[in-house]
């Protein structure tokens, strides 16, 4: 199959990912908002990566990151009637950078320079399980997350770390490529390749290559940027002031980084900013306090001094 012509390879790979015959009622794309969204979708893509040896079996139950606290990251998942089957996370550059910027910090940042409205957003742990790896899941969670970080986020470019051998798949169905080499990932146990997919290259594409309407008689490219709405997927628009609170509630919060897994003793020094920003101090309060309010503010106000922001031009 590799070494038919790449032309006639993706084809072949957009025919089989069939987003022209997608469920229309068997899956829901919807963005986590309880701590039991978010536990299920970092319990799924730990557990994946169990399963495939790139992470290891002693590891925390969760894949959680700091970038999670923020609320630049927005959790998407996929249900089948009331069990969780696949998830996403799309995160939005900001002061504290991408996940990517572990393996590509130079990179990323010449696509944040590439142009004066240039805003960058990554998609990182797709996960699907494997009853459903070939049900159109994972075309139904790209296709949200692509709509919501260009359309709703207005971002111009998405980036995604994937495994080498995943490359040309990525570029079948959206036109992504490549915008460096391949490395060892900062996090895992795998070899990791940056991809790129800019807005108008993205559109260029769709309308290219998806010429046939899909699912309720739109386009590809009418589902992505355009008003058509695809059955099964809601994304509410979001106001800027509201979007922490709408996203991820005070309680949830607490329980993801203080209480389950106290990830906020750990959080790099950006990150801990970024969220001071955006959270009141009270929801950093608790009763046996392991990184004090004062210490909280003391970060943000030494990020504001010293940490350039990787957006600037």
């Known amino acids: 199959m590799w070494r038919l012509p790449r032309p006639l390879l993706h084809r072949l790979i957009r025919r089989r990912a069939g987003l022209g015959s997608l469920p229309l009622d068997r899956f829901k794309i919807s963005l986590a908002r309880t701590a039991r969204d978010y536990e299920a979708a970092f319990r799924l893509v730990q557990s994946a990566y169990v399963a495939d040896g790139i992470e290891s079996p002693d590891s925390p139950v969760l894949r959680i990151f700091g970038h ?42 010449a696509l944040r320079a590439s142009g004066s409205r240039a805003k960058l957003a990554e998609l990182c742990g797709l996960t699907v399980v494997r009853r459903c790896t070939h049900g159109g899941v994972s075309q139904l969670l790209a296709l949200a997350a692509i709509r919501f970080a260009a359309v709703h986020r207005g971002c111009s470019h998405v980036v995604v770390g994937v495994n080498p051998r995943a490359v040309e798949f990525y570029a079948a169905l959206w036109g992504m490529r490549p915008f460096t080499g391949a490395q060892h990932h900062a996090h895992l146990n795998a070899p990791v390749l940056g991809l790129v997919g800019e807005y108008e290259a993205t559109r260029a594409f769709l309308m290219r290559h998806y010429k046939r309407p899909i699912a309720t008689g739109a386009n590809a490219i009418d589902y992505v940027f355009g008003s058509a709405v695809f059955p099964g997927v809601s994304l509410p628009e979001v106001d800027e002031n509201t979007l922490t609170r709408w996203k991820m509630p005070r309680e949830t919060f607490r329980r993801l980084f203080i209480e389950r897994t106290r990830l906020i003793d750990s959080l790099p020094p950006e990150i801990r900013a970024q969220v001071a920003r955006q959270r009141t101090r009270a929801t950093w309060m608790n009763t046996e306090p392991s990184v004090s309010v004062d210490e909280v503010y003391e970060a943000l106000g030494s990020a504001e001094d010293h940490a350039p922001d990787p957006r600037a031009k």
């Open 68 to 109: 999670h606290a923020m609320r630049e990251a927005t959790v998407f998942v996929a249900h089948e009637g009331d069990c969780l089957v696949g998830t996403m996370t799309v995160i939005e550059d900001s002061p504290a950078g991408l996940l990517l910027d572990g393996d590509y910090p130079s990179e990323l940042d």
